[in-house]
């Protein structure tokens, strides 16, 4: 067994080391960015960003694709520095992180100018008056994106990707444990021609990210705990900087007794094991129709010990080290409680025990319940506590007993019963016969509600995080004085009051009684 803690900085020179958590080797070194390197990231950024906005969508995406098409030609690269650097097998780097991310380029350097349209309004009667009214959506200037380690690729490529395309320059600051990832987008991004200055890495911890906020950019698209979250809306505050909140989950799976229980099983073991249980979305709860909650949990344990577990660049291993000590003892704490308070291990519990680096087993627990912290706060672990329920109301009642609310899913063959329950669910997205991939569909919104934050990150929605709608009103009929503008006479105040009661109904019909008062008005004298 293995309880060696893993340095992740060394201040004093400056400077972060990643570390290979499956092994606790040195794998590279990065900048410790001071303040005035943010400073001047995104003084550089802001300097570079207006030409950028000026061009069209295509040749943006032009240089999306051109950074698609060098991270395609080097994909077992990228995919091994991502297991060294998390732990997770190389299979998963290429599943979870660089095919959606490749997915993610594509879909935004073509759809982006399509989805950013500018839109007209319908202005009802004002219509009518000449007037006309369009949105168009405007480049926000400086983004700031402020990430965490778990996808240390695809979180934040596809919101540097979604930021480029609408407009924006960006600084990234990605977390300590995995700056070299970064460093390795950022370097791709170079060699696709990306305009030096678009797209600044700075590398650091959080006070890296801490000046991020300082430095006053113009949005901030935060992943990571909640704890840090508020850290961020607050220092963001004091400069009004809007911010979206990407945080945790505690997932809840529902798993009614009309479910496809082989495939519920395995869905429930991938869904809690999968990246060690390191995922905002990951199953953190599970909760199985009373019925068939025997047949369930024997088939789930029988996966679980399934699992081959190790080193995440040897082949055919399931389940990677977790990528740090920290969240390994989070993750130990919340069972040795839970054993504590009666919880019952089925398989795994401890630490892994034939490997050296941040182990821990994946581990099937039953006999909890939400007085416990492993059925409340999140783990963030290979940890799938499981509990039983006898209606659709009591599963209900318990998924929603939570102050996250990030995914959720339900398991059943009647799909039509699944939607309407998955509506009852306070969740940002809630998949029925499904868990967890969903951040990989560019098209869709992510995002959570309760804890997990707010704002959104990609489709339409996330595009639209990262401009500002810019309303352009024209008046085609210039030579006319309006109706509202003064003299203030007593005829005037009767039209006033006549449009109170007719042209807010909407109706063209009710307005044209009034049309002798508007014309007298409009171009008679006004004393
Ligand atoms: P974290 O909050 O510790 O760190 C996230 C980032 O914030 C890091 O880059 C860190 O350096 C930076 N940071 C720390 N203090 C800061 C400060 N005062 N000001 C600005 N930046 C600061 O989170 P983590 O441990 O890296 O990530 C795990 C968490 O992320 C989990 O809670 C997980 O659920 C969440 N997460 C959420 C999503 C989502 O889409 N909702 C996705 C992935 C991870």
Known sequence: MSTQTLPTQNKKAAEIISYDPGTGKEIGRAPLSSLEDVKEAVAKARQTQPAWAALSYQERGRVILQARALMLAERDQFALLISQETGKPVAEALSMEIVPTLDAMHYFAHAAGHLLRPQKIDIGQYGLMGRSSSIVFRALGVIGIISPWNFPLATPADEVVMALMAGNAVVLKPSELTPLIALKLGDIFRRAGLPAGLLNIVTGDGSTGAALVDARVDKIMFTGSVATGKRVAEAAAKYLIPVVLELGGKDPMIVLEDADLENAARAAVWGAFANSGQACASVERCYVQ??????????????????????????????????????????????????????????????????????????????????????????FGPVLPVMTFKTQDEAIKLANDSRYGLT??????????????????????????????????????????????????????????????????????????????????????????????????????????LLPQMMRRLFGSRE
Do not use: C
Request: glycine residues 10%.
């Open 290 to 379: 009373e019925s068939i909650a025997p047949k369930f949990i024997e088939k789930v344990v029988a996966e679980t010990r399934a699992l081959k577990q190790g080193l995440g660049i040897e082949g055919g291993i399931d389940v990677g080290s977790m990528s740090n000590e920290n969240q390994l003892q989070i993750v130990a704490d919340h069972v040795n409680e839970a054993k504590r308070d009666g919880a019952q291990v089925l398989t795994g519990g401890k630490r892994g025990s034939n490997v050296n680096g941040l182990f821990y087993e994946p581990t099937v627990l039953t006999n909890v319940d939400h007085d416990m912290t492993i059925m409340r706060d999140e783990t």
């Open 408 to 513: 959720a899913s339900i398991w059943t063959k009647n799909v039509a019963k699944g939607q309407r329950l998955a509506e009852r669910i306070e969740a940002g997205t809630v998949m029925v016969n499904e868990v967890v991939y969903t951040h990989g569909i560019a098209q869709t919104p992510w995002g959570g509600v309760k804890d997990s934050g707010y704002g959104r990150t990609h489709g339409r929605m996330g595009l639209l995080e990262l401009v500002h709608p810019q309303h352009i009103h024209v008046n085609r009929l210039s030579f006319l004085p309006d109706m509202w503008w003064f003299r203030y006479s007593a005829q005037a105040s009767r039209l006033f009051g006549d449009l109170a009661t007719h042209f807010t109904t909407g109706s063209i019909v009710r307005t044209s009684r």
